[in-house]
C-alpha cells in the first residue's frame, strides 16, 4: 500500500489524481490540502477517508471543522496545516498541485521529511530549483514530475542513462490564440482566454497557456529537471497536443511520448513510480489520426516566452520576479482589472526594473515575490 499525501487537492491536478487513486486501490490518500473550498474538500475527506485535511484560509477551515466533528479527521489551516500535511509521517509520496510560489516551502519540507514528489507545481523548480534539486539528491528523494511535457520526457530517458541529450524538444499546443497578431491579441477577453482547445485546466494555468507564459515556465522547469542548460530546451508548436514532448541526442535520434491530452497518464505514472498499469480513457487510435503538425513559436506576438527565456538566462532571482510578475498579473486580468495584452508588458517592465541576485536563499527568494508585487501595485 503506497501512502499519498495531496496537496491542491480540489484543483485541476489535485481531483484527476483522486481519481487515479479511485482506479488503484493500493493507493491511499492520508493527507489532503486546498484553498478555501469546503464543500469539495469535505466530500474528498469523507470519501477517502485521510489522517488530515487542511485550507489555507482559516475560517473555512474552522467551517470544516464543524462539517466534520462526526470524523477523527484533524483539520488545520494555513502553512502550518500545508506544512503537516507535506511531511506526515505516513505519507510515502507528496503530490504537490498547489497552484503558485506558495508550493516552495511544503515541497522543501517533504524532502527533508524523505518524501518522494510528484511535482506538479512548476513554481517550484522556476523559482528555487538550485535549492530543490541539490536537497532532493542529499536526501535521496525521487522528483517525479507530473506535468504532461515534464512526465514526457521523463518517460523518453527512462533506459537512456549515460547517453548525451543533443536537446530537449517541448512540445505545446500553442493555446487558443495561435495564430494571432498582437493587434488581435488586443481585442482578446477574459472568456476568450479561458477557451483551450485541447486541454480542461485551472483558470491560473489556461491563462498562462494562452499567452505562453506556461510554456517559459516549463523551459525553466525542464533546465532543473534534466540537468541541461536553458537554451538545450527548445519549444516546438504542436497543434493537436499528441506529441507530448521529445528528446534529441547527439546521434540525432528522437524518442517522443504520445498519447491523448489526458493528465491522468502522467499522474499515475508518477505515482506508481514508473509502473505501467491498465487505465480507464480514450487511447490513442493510429487510424483515425490524420496528421501531426509542427511549427516554430510566435515569440514576437507572444513575448511571454521570449521572456521566459531571458528569465531563464539571467538566473539567479530574475525567474522569480518574472513568475511573480505574472501570479500577479493573471489574478488582476481574471478580475478583469486589467487589458490581455497588460500581462506581458507587467512581467518585461518589471524585470527591466529588477537588479538581479545571485543564488538566493529561500528567505530571498520570498522576497523578491514580495518586492515584485510591490512594485507592480504602485505603478497599475
Known amino acids: 500500500m503506497k501512502k499519498i499525501s495531496v496537496l491542491g487537492s480540489t484543483g485541476s491536478i489535485g481531483t484527476q489524481t483522486l ?5 488503484n486501490p493500493d493507493l491511499k490518500v492520508i493527507a489532503l490540502s486546498a484553498g478555501k473550498n ?3 474538500l469535505e466530500a474528498q475527506a469523507r470519501e477517502f477517508g485521510p489522517e488530515l485535511v487542511s485550507l489555507q484560509d482559516e475560517e473555512a477551515a474552522k467551517e470544516l471543522a464543524v462539517r466534520l466533528a462526526d470524523t477523527d479527521i484533524r483539520v488545520l489551516s494555513g502553512m502550518d496545516g500545508l506544512l503537516e500535511a507535506a511531511t506526515l509521517q505516513e505519507a510515502d509520496t507528496v503530490v504537490t498541485a498547489v497552484v503558485g510560489m506558495i508550493g516552495i516551502r511544503p515541497t522543501i519540507a517533504a524532502i527533508q521529511a524523505g518524501k518522494d514528489i510528484a511535482l506538479a507545481n512548476k513554481e517550484t523548480l ?12 542529499d536526501k535521496r528523494v525521487r522528483i517525479l514530475p507530473v506535468d504532461s511535457e515534464h512526465s514526457a520526457i521523463f518517460q523518453c530517458l527512462r533506459g537512456e542513462e549515460g547517453n ?6 517541448l512540445t505545446a499546443s500553442g493555446g487558443p490564440f495561435r ?5 488581435e491579441l488586443g481585442r482578446v477577453g477574459l472568456e476568450d482566454a479561458l477557451k483551450h482547445p485541447n486541454w480542461a485546466m485551472g483558470h491560473k494555468i489556461t491563462i498562462d497557456s494562452s499567452t505562453m507564459v506556461n510554456k517559459g515556465l516549463e523551459v525553466m ?3 532543473w529537471l534534466f540537468g541541461v542548460g536553458v537554451d538545450d530546451v527548445q519549444v516546438v508548436i504542436q497543434p ?3 506529441i507530448h514532448s521529445m528528446v534529441q541526442f547527439e546521434d540525432g535520434a528522437v524518442m517522443a511520448q504520445l498519447g491523448v491530452p489526458d493528465m491522468k497518464l502522467p499522474i499515475q505514472y508518477a505515482l506508481l513510480h514508473t509502473k505501467r498499469r491498465p487505465m480507464e480513457g480514450e487511447k490513442l487510435d493510429f487510424w483515425s489520426l490524420k496528421s501531426l503538425d509542427f511549427e516554430a513559436p510566435d515569440f514576437e506576438n507572444f513575448p511571454g516566452l521570449f521572456l521566459a527565456y531571458e528569465a531563464g538566462r539571467a538566473g539567479g532571482t530574475m525567474p522569480t520576479v518574472f513568475n511573480a510578475a505574472n501570479e500577479w498579473a493573471v489574478a488582476a486580468f481574471l478580475r478583469k482589472e486589467i487589458s490581455y495584452l497588460a500581462i506581458t508588458d507587467i512581467i518585461g517592465e518589471t524585470m527591466a526594473h529588477h537588479k538581479k541576485k545571485e543564488a538566493p536563499g529561500l528567505e530571498e527568494i520570498l522576497q523578491t515575490e514580495a518586492e515584485t508585487y510591490r512594485y507592480i501595485k504602485d505603478r497599475w
Open 221 to 223: 522547469e525542464a533546465r
Open 179 to 183: 495564430g494571432r497578431t498582437r493587434e
Open 240 to 242: 493537436q497536443s499528441i
Open 19 to 23: 481519481e487515479v487513486v479511485r482506479e
Open 126 to 137: 522556476v523559482t528555487a530549483g538550485h535549492l530543490i534539486m541539490p536537497l532532493a539528491k
Open 164 to 169: 548525451r541529450i543533443s536537446k530537449i524538444l
Open 38 to 40: 469546503v464543500k469539495l
